[in-house]
Nanobody
């Protein structure tokens, strides 16, 4: 069993910052992708950022065009924890953010954490 525990969501004003954390526990393959998707009611879930890692090496990152230059994804491979640093937040960033872990045999999702950006 693999479990993903998310934290760091909340409410901020435009221009503010938040850092999301996602800790994975259980049977985790050496090579995997971790990252974040987000979803607003009535809209399709979209990829925000992802990072591919193997062992102690992070190979690649990917960002949605809408968050490039503002969000940064990182991963502590020893702790199986992924972080999403979100700066210069905009109202359109408001969504439920879902952590994911993609492995060869199965994908796992966190329960989601709400991020609200408003004045």
């Amino acid at each position: 069993q693999v479990q993903l525990v998310e934290s760091g969501g909340g409410s901020v004003q435009p221009g503010g910052s938040l850092r999301l954390s996602c800790a994975a526990s259980g049977s985790i393959f050496t090579f995997s992708a971790m990252g974040w998707h987000r979803q607003t009611p009535g809209k399709q879930r979209e990829l925000v950022a992802s990072i591919i890692s193997g062992g102690d090496t992070n190979y690649a990152t990917n960002y949605a065009d809408s968050v490039k230059g503002r969000f940064t994804i990182s991963r502590d491979n020893a702790k199986n924890t992924v972080y999403l640093q979100m700066n210069s937040l905009k109202p359109e960033d408001t969504a439920v953010y879902y952590c994911y872990l993609a492995q060869l045999t199965k994908d796992y999702w966190g329960q989601g954490t709400q991020v609200t950006v408003s004045s």
